[in-house]
């Protein structure tokens, strides 16, 4: 294949990247808490936590893991949001041995039973908070041994202690739960389990880089949701591919390890996941929100000291935008703005790069590729509205249905191959069937368009794609376009039934400005699209559904909710 992409690459870009030079995961992790031992690795509630007191902590919490007598490369969950004991937890289970299998916080009782039940796990890492749900669910899972940590665990002994009070207490955010202790089933508490584990010795992991390192559950979205099986080469192919891509917009703080990233992406997504691994590469450090809900101390946060790195979705980037307090932020020391996990709209772009005079990278990625996939160049000046080109030691295809390349231009599904793309769906041997093509290339749903300088842009999924009077229609198209209609600060698009049309556009819109009406965003869009392309039908909603990391859920809206 012609990899015509690579003339495009900055100055300085490698165009491959070597996993090989780690024995796996564990042993990138393990080389880093060494050499930065005296380090800070991660700030949270102004509580820091160094690479040195990571490595403790983890060496405990695996040594603990390893007592209890899982078996090698055992299942084990993780129900945390960005906290302390996020960290420690999935250093404590790679070093044991073990896979990771992430999970949403904030899941309902049949979603949790549904990934511990499919991925086998037989022991979970959760945050009281989430507690009662797990009671709900755990007598019909595999899980044998709980570990339960509370909010204040790594904080400090007397400000952690009043973070838990808070928390329980005042907030009230704990619901009362009762874990049954049946069939040999063990509830430890963190700090215990910590504690245990100081006494105790890890034994080295003998995870080799083909071993499975995340059971890395998609979103469920068209479905229920499936474990993507990604090993330690693919999760140490991803961090290399990152630090390749993103050094060069570092070059001004002259030291990469003086990076400050800020981790408001929850965790547990393979977005933020990654970046957070490719901190540790650097021996860089990581500033935690827990809730980047709440704007107002979220911007608190962001002015306390300079930060650099800011990955995030469209809806948190446009939501900080709209926040009053936003302005009074110092961005002279940001160097990346990286968009990922769902379409980045021209409008928020141009307005994120008028506030913060930082341009708007966009990049794509899934689950299944370690959220690694391609990315503009990140000293861009400008967004480009294509979602770059594909990254080190990836390729990328533009194929028809039946696997063929289609011709420069054209579109067709987006299909990657790379050290980083999963080895397949776990226990889905029909799903991994469709999944890859015969030349192995892993088949994504997104249908794009690559042009001659080897830069993608995506048109849509396959199955968000509207079809009026036979002609396709995109809604990422018309979502990009509406975004940029004055008074408007997010939209969505779906196809409805129309016995004429087959299918008509509907357009949800949330405005800031009362003033806006319908007819003022149809005319917009007949302006601006072609005729078949214009909305038949316009609501204003005061928000849309949206996942835990910010998604638009189409699906929610065809389901009229």
Request: proline share 5%; glycine share 8%.
């Amino acid at each position: 294949m012609d990899k015509i992409w690579l003339d495009s690459y900055p100055a300085g870009v490698p165009h491959d990247i070597n996993p090989e030079q780690y024995r796996s995961l564990t042993h990138l992790l393990e080389e880093s808490f060494k050499k930065n031992a005296s380090s800070p690795f991660s700030v949270c509630m102004d509580r820091w936590m160094s690479y040195g007191e990571l490595d403790d902590l983890s060496s405990a919490l695996g040594a603990w893991l390893q007592s209890m007598g899982l078996e090698p490369g055992a299942r084990v969950a993780i129900m945390l949001p960005n906290i302390p004991q996020f960290a420690v937890t999935m250093a404590g289970v790679l070093r044991a041995g073990y896979t990771c299998v992430n999970v949403n916080p904030l899941y309902t009782a049949r979603e949790l039973e549904h990934q511990l039940k499919d991925s086998g796990a037989t022991a979970i890492v959760i945050l009281e908070n989430f507690a009662r749900t797990l009671e709900e669910v755990i007598d019909a899972t595999p899980v044998k041994h709980v570990v339960v940590a509370s909010m204040g665990d790594l904080l400090g002994f007397l400000f952690g202690s009043w973070i838990t009070f808070a928390v329980r207490h005042l907030a009230k955010m704990v619901p009362a739960y009762k874990l049954p202790l049946t069939d040999g089933r063990t509830v430890t508490s963190f700090n215990r389990a910590i504690a245990s584990g100081t006494r105790m010795t890890l034994k080295p992991s003998q995870a080799t880089m083909d071993s499975i390192a995340f059971l890395q559950y998609t979103g469920g979205t068209t479905g229920l949701s499936k474990g993507a099986v990604l090993t330690h080469r693919n999760i140490v192919a991803a961090v290399l591919q990152a630090e390749a891509w993103f050094t060069p917009a570092l070059k001004r703080i002259g030291d990469v390890s003086k990076t400050n990233s800020i981790a408001a992406l929850p965790l547990y997504h393979i977005f933020a996941l990654t970046l957070s691994l490719l901190a540790i590469r650097w021996g860089s450090h990581l500033t935690l929100i827990p809730n980047p809900r709440d704007f107002g101390k979220f911007i608190e946060v962001l002015k306390k000291r300079p930060f650099h790195m800011l990955p995030a979705v469209n809806t948190l980037f446009n939501a900080l935008l709209q926040h009053p307090q936003f302005k009074s932020v110092d961005f002279s020391s940001l160097c990346v703005s990286q968009a990922g996990g769902m379409a980045a709209s021209e409008g928020t772009a141009r307005h994120w790069q008028e506030a913060t005079g930082c341009a708007m990278v966009e990049g794509w990625g899934m689950s299944e590729t370690c959220a690694i996939g391609t990315n503009n160049p990140v000293t861009s000046k400008e967004f480009s509205g294509t979602i770059g080109l594909p990254l080190p030691g990836i390729q990328i295809a533009i194929k028809d249905d039946d696997g063929h390349s289609v011709a420069q231009g054209e579109p067709g599904e987006i299909c990657i191959h790379g050290p980083n793309v999963m080895t397949g769906y776990y226990n889905q041997p029909d799903e991994n069937a469709k999944a890859f093509t015969a030349d192995g290339f892993m088949r994504t749903g997104d249908i794009g368009i690559m042009d001659e300088r080897g830069y993608t842009r995506i048109v849509d999924r396959k199955k968000d794609m509207i079809l009026v009077s036979g002609f396709n229609v995109f809604p990422n198209e018309l979502e990009n376009v509406i975004s940029l209609c004055p008074g408007v600060v997010e939209c969505a698009a779906i196809g409805i039934a129309d016995e004429k049309q087959g299918e008509a556009i509907k357009v949800f819109v949330v405005r800031n400005d009362p003033m806006l009406t319908e007819e003022d965003v149809g005319k917009y869009c007949r302006q601006n699209l072609t005729g078949y392309k214009v909305p038949k039908y316009i609501e204003f909603r005061d928000d849309l559904p949206k996942t835990n990391v910010g998604k638009i859920l189409r699906r929610e809206l065809r389901a009229g909710k």
